[in-house]
């Protein structure tokens, strides 16, 4: 009888099985890695109708975010300004520009711009710009540091478990918006006193404004 | 089997290079797996609808309306044209005989609460181009912004409250070309909080040109004076 099978076909079964444990790793290691938004989302920087830059507006001029986005305060959408908005310095300010063609079109004509909406949560959640602003949820929490981007880009996952960590532990985020230092668009503020100095005025903030950020699902999923 | 653990390396480092890192720059849309529920068929602010000839979701306010629930004092059905009425200081600026209000409306009481409110309403509608004094030195002044006034010359020292809010609410007077150049700011403040802008500018002036008698003599001490 001659040998059908050499000797080493012994360890391939052995063999087959460690190859499905290896292969098994890098395919949950991938899904980990890619199946998220933060791969997904973040970093989505569209081509807008404007090339608009808030590193020039709210970063080196200063404009406050509510300039523009001014229902933010009010409503639990945070707007987009009307040309209007840009037309209060641009009627005086770099009126030839070809750049802001568009936008002196919109104005003269009352057609809207085609924006791009660039952070954007499921239909099915519910979220609350005002809420959050007005008791002291800073813009740069969920945006990031949009003063000092040219072309916006998605900063944050914006995913339920990016939502919850701050649900769960919101005395490390919160602002105290009385103090006028702290204000909620202030976004390279950070508490003088560091990660404990956050933590205890966080923690004075819940008890005096009774911060209770639901962590059921119907919070959110309404 | 080394070959296919080669393989199988080749076709991490392919995936590797094709799908790439997290947080690189895109400009593509995100890609969705599975999109669930993620889009639903219902309107959402300022976005696109077919619907309507105009293809905007958001409905224009027509003209001459005012949002139900939204002033200050209670309405009550039927009641709205007088309510309104009696209200013209309070929205316009303006007397019951047409005149320019010369005293705050009586339903805004001017207190501390209302100038920190006017301040900080200033401080973003107003001061990127009047200044956070109102001198008309705002940061815009250096990118062309040039007709930007001050507030502390004689004619505007001496303009009614009632002129100051209409300015805030309708834009500045005319040019000769009939170009405002300052716009409205009524889409972006409520009246309550115009008044509270404009209590907010009546200190800035009083801050540049007021007299040592402006001050009540039981507070001069706090100044130094």
């Known amino acids: 009888m001659s040998k059908l099978f050499p000797k080493s076909a012994n360890r391939l079964p052995l063999q087959i099985v460690l190859y499905l444990f290896v292969l098994g790793g890098i395919a949950s290691a991938g899904i980990n890695y890619y199946a998220t938004n933060k791969w997904a989302n973040v970093g989505y920087a569209p081509v807008q109708p404007v090339p608009y830059s808030h590193s020039l507006h709210a970063g080196q001029l200063g404009i406050d975010c509510r300039y523009c986005h001014s229902n933010v ?73 949009i003063d000092k981007m040219d072309v916006v880009e998605q900063a944050k996952p914006l995913t339920m478990g990016f939502c919850l960590e701050c649900h769960r532990a919101p005395e490390e985020h919160l602002r105290d918006l009385r103090d006028p230092a702290q204000k909620v668009t202030q976004l390279d503020w950070m508490h003088p006193k560091g990660v404990d ?12 404004l009774k911060i209770k950020p639901p962590e059921s699902c119907s919070g959110c999923h309404r | 089997m080394r070959h296919v653990y080669f393989a199988t390396f080749f076709l991490a480092v392919l995936t590797l290079s094709v799908l790439g890192f997290r947080g690189t720059r895109s400009t593509r849309p995100p890609l969705e797996l599975f999109p669930d529920m993620d889009h639903q068929a219902h309107l959402k602010p300022q976005a696109e609808s077919a619907f309507f000839v105009d293809g905007r979701a958001d409905r224009p306010i027509p003209p001459y309306t005012v949002a139900y629930g939204f002033a200050p004092v209670e309405h009550k059905l039927g009641e709205d044209d007088a309510n309104l009425a009696a209200n013209d200081g309070l929205y316009r600026g303006k007397a019951a005989d047409g005149s320019w209000l010369k005293t705050f409306p009586a339903s805004v009481t001017v207190d501390a609460k209302l100038l920190a409110r006017g301040q900080d309403r200033f401080t973003i509608y107003c001061a990127p181009c009047h200044g956070a004094l109102g001198d008309g030195q705002g940061i815009t002044k250096q990118y062309g912004m ?63 040109v007021g007299k040592l008698t402006d001050v009540p003599a039981d507070h001069r001490k706090e100044l130094g004076l």
Not at chain 1, 91 to 110: F, I, M
Not at chain 1, 121 to 143: A, L, Q
Not at chain 2, 176 to 202: C, F, I, Q, T
């Open chain 1, 73 to 145: 305060e009010k409503s639990g959408f945070a707007n987009l300004p009307t040309a209007q908005t840009c037309m209060n310095c641009h009627s005086q300010v770099k009126t030839d520009s070809p750049l802001l063609a568009v936008v002196r079109e919109s104005y003269a004509t009352g057609a809207p711009l085609p924006w791009v909406q660039i952070h954007e949560v499921p239909d099915y959640v519910y979220f609350n710009h005002s809420v959050h602003v007005t008791r002291g949820v800073s813009c740069v929490e969920c945006h990031g540091r």
């Open chain 1, 197 to 208: 100095g956050q933590r205890d005025q966080g923690l004075k903030l819940i008890q005096d």
């Open chain 2, 146 to 208: 040039t007709t930007t006034p001050t507030y502390f010359d004689e004619r505007r020292v001496k303009l009614t409250v009632g002129e100051l809010f209409n300015t805030i609410t309708v834009g500045s007077l005319p040019t000769p070309e009939g170009k405002r150049n300052m716009l409205p700011y009524a889409d972006k403040l409520s009246p309550e909080d115009r008044w509270a802008v404009v209590a907010y500018v009546r200190a800035l002036q009083r801050a540049q």
